[in-house]
């Protein structure tokens, strides 16, 4: 799997590049708001056995499928009104939508784990849109990053992770949301929370004008939802006042650490600040320790990577 890993920039020569190596079945990593995805042709079988391998990720854990519009996802997936309220309000954006397989779909089993529905998000980054348009079908993009290890918020932590195993990877700068997107089940009568993320639930109960529904098994029906995910190579301990032993600290608000989320407590600037710390973090080896976060608003996704990253393994 060893090959040569390009940096293309972001202009309009990058992306045509980026797309030729699409077309031709390879893999290239591209930032969205979120976090950096590495993204293969969600149409072609082996492009998307090739993104399971270069992450090690489990073939029983479902892709997001990236495409440049509502109406194009309608291609890919049974629409419904939910989905309309929801595609009106927040796309492009870092929200993600379960839906039933739209008939004559032609998208790889392998994209939804061989479940009958799909994962299908229209990215508001202007590099993803760009991309997406240039290269002209859907594309799986899960995070660009060994699978279950820490998400990948810039170019850097992409080649850090996936150096040799990806053809390219599109470098324009940092993501701003910092997050992965969040993930609402519509394959049910009830809309479903199956992934805290970038959008808070309160924006999309809100909009929904109804609360959203929690899973009620431990089957694996969207991405994210591993116990174990998002981690450091060591050990981390959350609900920290301070450090101790060989601890160093991830701060919040006035906890401060070796590096700090936000300072002022702002959730936003810590969601953004999240994974780009645990990196820098993580390159020293030692444990981490993490200060309490509040539970709302982006509080609640912050908190759901860090129980993951938190989990036995």
Known sequence: MDQTTQMLPSDDAGIAQAAALLRAGHHVAFPTETVYGLGGDARNGEAVAGIYAAKGRPSFNPLIVHVPSAD??????????AADILA???WPGPLTLVLPLAADHGLSSLVTAGLQSVALRVPAHSTAQRL????????????????????????????????????AIVDDGPCSVGLESTIIGLTTSTPTLLRAGGLPREAIEAALGAP????????????GQLASHYAPRGTVRLNAEAPTGDEMMLGFGAIHGDLTLSPSGDLVQAAA????????LDAHNRPIAVARIPGHGLGAAINDRLRRAAAPR
Do not use: E, K
Request: no cysteine; proline share 9%; glycine share 8%.
């Open 88 to 90: 009106s309000a927040f």
């Open 132 to 167: 997406l348009q240039s290269f002209g079908g859907p594309l799986a993009a899960p995070s660009a990053n060994p699978s279950g290890r820490i998400s990948p918020t810039s170019a850097t932590h992409v080649h850090a992770g996936l150096d040799g195993r990806i053809a």
């Open 72 to 81: 194009v996802a309608q291609t890919y997936g049974q629409w419904s009104d």
């Open 212 to 223: 959203l529904a929690l899973p009620d098994t431990a089957a694996i029906t969207a991405p």
């Open 273 to 280: 600040n999240l994974f780009d710390h645990l990196h820098q």
